[in-house]
């Protein structure tokens, strides 16, 4: 007979071997990404040589510098009068200094108190922060009609450089990839900004059937014309006649669909280095249907490197926080869309919604919204919502018509659905929402991630949710990986990612 103190001892092994087994079981990665022993991700590519895309790159500045905290130049207490147009003064003041050799004019300090703003308050130089203490600095949009409380917009829009267009040589450019052969390299060189182009075709369109969606009176069939789809890149590297740029290709580009160019741009007017701080904002409004009041407490547009953080919206009828199409590299970090007051219906609840490119939304919170982390038509990647959470919702979490390309969903919660598919007539003939859509670890009540009919396919990774078909049976459904499964490992793609990255750096 063994003694006492031996038993223990074995009886320990015995319940460490269970318990390592039983961890080991738990734990699980998936067959599309692999987390190395060296903390480096191995990406395995599909016949065609796509893979899931580096997402690490989106957000202020690319996600190689941290939100700089910028000095106070100056400071407003509540009058309980025409705030807004203190406010504004102040802004304009500021915006008609100099900036500092950082870029930046400096920082308006809003104490607490109870602000009281009829109108939209505007930021249109680079370089302005707009910063509160917190839910004790209070913003009341009042007025009866719809309206931003704060927009931060530049002017213009992207412009082709005459001369600069090159076409793209390869047959297929795989998802994924970061690198492909041009005709000529003439006049390019390293740190060149440039649109890649991927061009709209009859082709494609009818082999997408979206010019045969059922019509309803409002309808609008897809027109290739309409889907010219154009990503902003930075080029890293030249060798030869093929170029490196900064952020993958998130559509595959094929010969068959008229493959793809690329050309040197300018955008005059596109501000940048603007944040919007540690505000409390509120909507007045009549009735919870109302909808005469405060519609986006945040809206940016034409800006590049930016940020809002720490910002609560509360009674607005459309969102939190809107990101327009010519926003981008714009950080959304720990805000919260509240009870919003409208009808719930349609073009409605869209707390947080990203129409731009590689923009990141992470640890926000959501309460009574429709769409609550959302893209809308033509979005191109990459972007990220990261670690965010919605409660009560009204309709479904994900990519919302019209193609949106490139986003990674990494961690959302909600008790509502994420969806990714053809949404059909819905709207005015919304179709295919999305492709190279990402869902890692995300928890939901049910979901229906589809296929589109051609041109890439959406990803499923350790989402917890019970699966159905979607609005229409019959379209391809996404393979689903680790389908309920928990332990997913990496935890976070997103993390996996930045933090490779950075370690290379």
Known sequence: MLPIHRKRILLFVVLSFC???????????????KLQADGKLQYIAD????????????????????????????????????????IQAAIDALANTKPGKDGFRGAILLTKGVYKIQGTIKISASGIILRGEGDATKLIATGNEKHSLIEVSGTGSVKELPGTRKKILDAYVPVGTKSFTVNTVDGLQAGDNIIVLRPGTEKWITDLKMDKIEPKSDTKQWIAADYDLKFERIITKISGNTITIDNPIVMAMETQYGGGEIFKYNFDGRISKCGIENLYMESEFETDTAENHGWDAISFNRIENGWITNVTSKYFGYSCVNLGYQSKWITVDSCKCLDAKSQIIGGRR????????????????????RHDYVTGAKVAGPNVFYK??????????GPHHRWAMGTLYDNIITDGEINAQDRGNWGTGHGWSGVTQVFWNCTAAKAAIQDPWVSGKNYVIGLQAIPYEGRFKGRPMTEWEGKNKTGLQPGSLFIAQLNERLQKK
């Open 19 to 33: 318990i390592t087994t039983l961890f080991a079981q738990q734990n699980w990665q998936s067959a599309l990404v």
């Open 350 to 369: 869209y707390s947080f919604n990203n129409d731009g490119q590689m923009n990141l939304f992470m640890n926000c919170f959501a309460s009574e919204g």
């Open 47 to 86: 016949a065609q040589g796509n893979i899931i895309p580096d997402f690490s790159r989106v957000g202020y500045y690319r996600g190689d510098a941290a939100i700089p905290h910028i000095a106070v130049v100056k400071t407003i207490v509540p009058s309980g009068n025409s705030d807004g147009a203190i």
């Open 388 to 397: 965010c959470t919605a409660q009560n919702t009204h309709a479904d979490i």
